[in-house]
């Protein structure tokens, strides 16, 4: 799962930058706006990078913000970016004091209709050089449970294994017990792995919020999870062969 919410953190003296050489494009209504195949990874929040580009692989004229934004990072300007027609507002950021970024520029990811690496779109955010998926099928026995109470137990268990987050583990429906779980309305999407519909617990008179999700058309890296249920090791009980499992630390839950 991803944030929903990041806090941003200001980058300091020296941010972890490293260079890309994906062909980099973003659109705006059909309109290529960056196209670039050399920019910048920069981390501004510790969980997933922002891209940075030249100003001169930008297809339209940065107007700089004449009021402040309390939600810009430390150091950080605002930008207008006109394009063709449109003025995408505060739609760029840049440190133009910063001894590594003072000549690149970054634009909000939710600024553009479209983004792309080489010829596969990207959705939610920049995708991290340092983040790795496997979806492992397993037989692994896996038994959920909360206060004693069973929700799941399977032997066909997808262990998904994703840098930086705990192994998750994707269960058929057919081992969970679907009558104790309701669908609820919270959504949220992930750019390794699709879109997550989410599920409450119901545990006798209890109701566990967000205890469960699943991805019924996962990204392509993930689709040996679909249509899985995974349970938030963070809040349940999970005893693999045997062994009850620690609770994980996260920020995700």
């Not at 970016?81 to 995408?88: A, H, I, K, Q, Y």
């Not at 634009?107 to 991290?128: G, K, T």
């Amino acid at each position: 799962m991803e944030l929903d919410e990041p806090s941003t953190l200001p980058l300091g003296g020296s941010p972890q930058t490293v260079a890309g050489n994906k062909w980099i494009r973003g659109y705006h209504r059909g309109q290529l706006v960056v196209d670039t195949r050399s920019y910048l990874n920069v981390w501004e929040i510790p969980y997933w990078p922002w891209w940075f580009f030249r100003r001169a692989d930008l297809r339209g004229e940065l107007i700089e913000r004449a009021t402040s934004d309390s939600s810009l990072p430390d150091g950080a300007v605002g930008f207008d970016l006109v394009c063709g027609t449109d003025t995408l507002v505060g739609a760029a950021r840049a440190y133009p004091d910063h001894p590594v970024l003072s000549d690149w520029v970054t634009i909000n990811f939710d600024a553009l209709d479209h983004w792309f690496e080489e010829d596969i779109e990207v959705f939610v955010h920049p995708r991290s050089p340092y983040t790795r998926i496997d979806a492992l099928a397993s037989s692994r026995h896996v038994v959920v449970s909360v206060d004693g109470v069973e929700l799941a137990d399977s032997r066909k268990p997808t262990v998904l294994f994703e840098t930086g987050a705990p192994a998750r583990f994707y269960l058929p429906m057919t081992d969970v017990r679907l009558d104790l779980l309701s669908q609820n309305d919270r959504r949220a999407s992930c750019p390794y792995k699709g879109d997550a519909a989410f599920f409450d617990g119901l545990i006798g008179e209890q109701v566990v919020a967000d205890i469960a999700w699943t991805y019924v058309l996962p990204r392509p890296e993930s689709t040996p999870v679909a249509g899985q249920v995974c349970f938030y090791n963070e809040i349940v009980d999970i005893d693999i062969d045997g062994e009850r499992q620690p609770r994980p630390e996260s920020h995700f839950k």
